[in-house]
C-alpha cells in the first residue's frame, strides 16, 4: 500500500538564491529553478476551486550528518551509527497538513474539478477518497487550522497524489533524511535550537504542556529555516520503511532517493514526536515505527485501509522535489508507491 523510500539525495552546498530569506514566490511546478531561491524562502499553493491554501518553504539541500552521536541523551540504537547523507534541494510544509487542506481530499463535496493546469484530466469523480472513519479521528481535539491525524500513511500518500494532480505540482512524503535535514536546520544538537530542554516549551508541544491535546500548527516558535512544529504536537509519516540497522547500510557518503521499493507493508517510519510525548522522543534523530496496533480498536474486517483507530498523534506534512521529475518518472513513482 503505501510506500516508502529510504533515501538520501544529491547536491552538497546550498545554492544561492535569486530572493532572500523570507521572500514568498512561487516558481513554475514544470521546470527547475535556476539558481534556486534563498534558503527559508516560501511560496503560498492554494487548492483550486476551495480557497484553501498552504506554504511550502525551501530546503537548499546539501550534506549533513544523519543519526545521533552515541553520547546524545535519550539515544536509541536504531540512531546510528551516524553516516553522511546528501541531499537534493526541496521544498517543504512550513506547517502540518491540516484538517482544512485533508477535507477538500476526504468530502467529495468540497472539491470542485477545478485544475491549476490546462493539460490536465483530473476528475473529482474519479477519485478514490477516505471511507467514512469508525469514529471522530481527531478525537475532538480540533479541526480548523488543527493538524489532519489518525489516517495510515497510504492514505496520506493519496492525498499527496490527489494535490500533485490537483495543482499540477509533484507534491509527496519525505524521505527520512530530508525530513531530519528539515528539522536540523544546520544543526548538530539534539533539538533544532541546541541540546538543553530549557527552550523546548518555545518550539514544542508535548507531554509537559500539551494538556494531552495536539495544537493548532504554528503556535510555537519555527525552526531557524522557518519549519514549525518539528518537535512535537504531531507525529509524522514519512516515505520510508523502517529498519531499525538502516543506517549500517550505508556507504560512507550515501546519496538520498525517494525511488527504493519497500519489501513490507509494516513497519513504516514516523518523525518529530507527539504532544502526548516525553522530550527524548522529540529530538532530532528520534525514530518511531509503525505499528499494527494503530488500527486495534477498529472494528470492521478488513481494516480499514484510510484509518487507523489509535493514532491520534500521528499527522504528516508534504514536500515538493526543487527539481520535479519527469511526468513520466512521476507516473513511475505512484506505481511504485501503491505496488502497481
Known sequence: MRIDVFAILVVSCWLSGCCGPGETRRPSPDRPEAAGPGI????????????????????????????????????????????????DPFWIGVREVTWDEFDVFRRRELDSDTTATSDSTFSADAVA????????????????????????????????????????????????????????????????????LDSLDMYAWYWDNSGEVFHQGGTRRPNDWGVFDMHGNVAEWTLDQYDPGLYASFESDTTDSPWA?????????????????????????????????????????????WWNTDSPFVGFRLVSPAHPPSPDEIEEFWMLVFGE
Open 129 to 196: 477518497r477516505p471511507s467514512p472513519a469508525y469514529e471522530d479521528p481527531s478525537h475532538g481535539m480540533g479541526a480548523n487550522g488543527f493538524p489532519a491525524v489518525s489516517m495510515t500513511q497510504w492514505a496520506a500518500l493519496n492525498y499527496a497524489e490527489w494535490l500533485s494532480r490537483k495543482t499540477g505540482r509533484f507534491y509527496r512524503l519525505p524521505t527520512e533524511a530530508e525530513w531530519e535535514f528539515a528539522c536540523r536546520a544546520g544543526s548538530s544538537t539534539a533539538f533544532s535550537f541546541g541540546d538543553e
Open 40 to 87: 527559508g524562502s516560501t511560496f503560498v499553493d492554494t487548492i483550486p476551486g476551495s480557497g484553501v491554501s498552504f506554504e511550502m518553504a525551501y530546503m537548499a539541500g546539501g550534506t549533513f550528518l544523519i543519526g545521533s552521536p552515541e553520547t546524545e541523551a535519550g539515544r536509541d540504537p536504531d540512531e546510528g551509527p551516524q553516516r553522511v547523507v546528501s541531499i
Open 261 to 305: 521499493r519497500p519489501t513490507m507493508l509494516h513497519p513504516r517510519t514516523v518523525r518529530g514526536g507527539a504532544y502526548d510525548d516525553d522530550p527524548e522522543a522529540l529530538r532530532c534523530a528520534a525514530r518511531l515505527e509503525s505499528s499494527l496496533n494503530w488500527k486495534q480498536r477498529d472494528p470492521q474486517i478488513p481494516k480499514s485501509f
